[in-house]
C-alpha cells in the first residue's frame, strides 16, 4: 500500500468574498497581513480553520466584534 500526500490549495475568504492565496510559502498570518492594504479590517481578523472543502484547506477571516471606544 502506497500513501500518496498532496498539498492542499489553501483558499482564504472575507466577507463573503474568495481571496487567491498570494504565495503557498507565507504563514496564514503573512497572508492577512497583504490583504490589510486591500481590507483594513483584516488587521483585528480572527482566523477559522483550515477546513478541508472540496479539495481545498479553506480558511475564514472573521471581522473582530467589539465596540468603538
Known sequence: ??????????????????????NPELSVEQVRDIYVNTYPELATAAVEGPTPINGTMQYVFTRAVGAKG
Open 1 to 22: 500500500m502506497t500513501v500518496k500526500i498532496e498539498k492542499l490549495e489553501r483558499v482564504f475568504i472575507f466577507n463573503g468574498a474568495k481571496l487567491p492565496d498570494v
